[in-house]
């Protein structure tokens, strides 16, 4: 007799529940697993959307459902129904690390909090880069967590291989990733490998420490003229004294231009830093407690994002250009949004300008 599967292939064998999550082509769900009453997160992705790519929902799927590390999401199943794809995955009932910033902890977290996340997340990406991939988008925003406080990276969306047909290459050239925590080599359209992960893991400590990435506040345009032309951002000497001095050398080690000069997953993990680190029940006590439902936390986003584009809106009728809110750092790539930046540059910004080729090229 055939063994039954655990989580079955079709839509008629899950519940769906509330949205927890979306994005500009997927929407997630809290949902059950009918035969088991197993509580799961379904990711349903829209094949028919406009600014759908297959190849890049193909290749997500597929990497979700290979991966076997405690630290990064797996996928338990993926099936089509109709025009959509659904991708069963466990569900972290805590949400994101930005979700729970957002939530309850706006000016960001404690030492010991953030490089016990960070350890977990560089766990999963020695794993990553072991295997020959990079997963290029590295920011709280993709760092889960459970109720019991156990660390997941997820979103592979945007990940790719240095393996082309079993040959190893050199590195990548594409353009991926969300602007504040785009690594210089990248924009700059040079080759690069591993280490863009570990610029963005400096990015995200940074983040996590403040509530949001460095130059979050500035539309997308300035944040790569700034990341291009100015020194890595890091710990401020007089408002982050409060941060060890080992927390401070652990992101310049990751905030370094040069990617020959940037550590590796592996050799950052022995950083003195990651001694700080405590258990999962350490960040459940610390973070957990008072924590909204996602459920709710959707429905409050949702609202707060009205108000906002209503406040962008009554900005721009008043002919007023604005500065992104401090703090909001979800935001994306946004093709069309570079190009109109650009074309307003005004003389002596043509160096970055001629970037724009490289930079809108984009490929699965």
Known sequence: MEKQQKYPLGAEHYNLFEEIGSGATATIYRAVCIPTQETVAIKVLDFEKENTE???????????????????????????????????????????????????FPDGFEEAVIATILREVLKGLVNIHQHGDIHRDVKAGNILMDSRGAIKLCDFGASASLFDEGKRLHGRKTFTGTPCWIAPEVLEGKEYDFKADIWSLGITALELAHGHAPLSEFPPMKVLMEILRCKPPG??????????KSFRKMIEKCLVKDLHKRLSAQELLKHP???????????????????????????????????????????????????????????????EAIKTQASQLPDGEEEVEHLLPSLIRSSC
């Open 235 to 244: 710990l401020d000497y007089g408002r982050d004294n409060k941060f060890s």
């Open 273 to 335: 830093f990651f001694k700080k680190a405590r258990s999962s029940e350490y960040l459940t006590r610390t973070l957990l407690k008072e924590l909204p439902s996602l459920a709710n936390s959707a429905k409050e986003s949702k609202i707060k994002e009205f108000v906002v584009i209503q406040k962008k809106l009554a900005e721009v009728e008043r002919g007023e250009t604005g500065r992104y809110k401090k703090g909001f750092s979800g935001w994306n790539f946004d093709v």
């Open 54 to 104: 297959l190849c890049k929902i193909a290749h997500e799927a597929r990497t979700m459902t290979l991966m076997d590390q405690p630290n990064l999401l797996k996928a338990h199943c993926s099936f089509v129904t109709d025009h959509y794809l659904w991708v069963v995955m466990p569900f972290m009932s805590a949400g994101s690390c930005l979700h729970i910033m957002k939530s309850a």
